[in-house]
């Protein structure tokens, strides 16, 4: 089945090998491990407008990515674009050249938001470089895996589509 038969893409975004930067592809990672079906999950190396392109022709896009506001490292953030603006004190720091919350605007701005766009945002604890994440950071993001994945599939089974 090609990709452009598919509605929901699940996308996580940074750097692995920037610590806690790499805590967007981590989840993304263990859920492409459970198998795929319907949902295409793709891993971008670096955000910026390559989301924009990403997540073209989609209905339904998921994205993950390590979140800076100044809370506990592991915390989840979840936002529903558009009925939620994504706050920028969030995804303000960037291993990106632009942040989340830029590209949102900008893909906003430009008419090429995807009708539903629910971003998660792993807060972190570090960006040094080396792989792995940070304890607190992995743990936030092994129980998002979970969550995200049980999420993603009561969406497909209420579309009439299987994971």
Not at 47 to 62: A, K, M, N
Not at 93 to 109: G, K, P
Request: with cysteine.
């Amino acid at each position: 089945m090609s990709e452009e038969n598919h509605h929901v893409l699940l996308v996580g975004i940074g750097n692995e090998f920037r610590g806690d930067d790499g805590a967007g592809c981590y989840v993304v990672g263990k859920i492409m491990s459970r198998g795929g079906g319907r949902l295409v999950t793709k891993i971008l190396a670096r955000g910026g407008t390559d989301l924009i392109e990403c997540w073209r022709g989609y209905e339904t896009v998921y994205v993950v990515d390590a979140a800076s506001s100044g809370q506990e490292p592991g915390t989840v953030h979840r936002f529903e674009v558009p009925a939620q603006s994504l706050p920028k004190g969030v995804f303000c720091t960037s291993t990106h050249a632009l942040s989340l919350a830029d590209v949102i605007h900008l893909a906003q701005t430009l008419d090429e938001l995807p009708p539903k766009v629910i971003v998660y945002g792993i807060e972190a604890g570090s960006f040094e470089h080396g792989s792995g994440l940070t304890e607190k950071v992995k743990a936030g993001a092994d129980k998002l895996a979970e969550e995200l994945s049980g999420e993603i599939n009561s969406f497909l089974e209420r579309e009439g589509r299987h994971a």
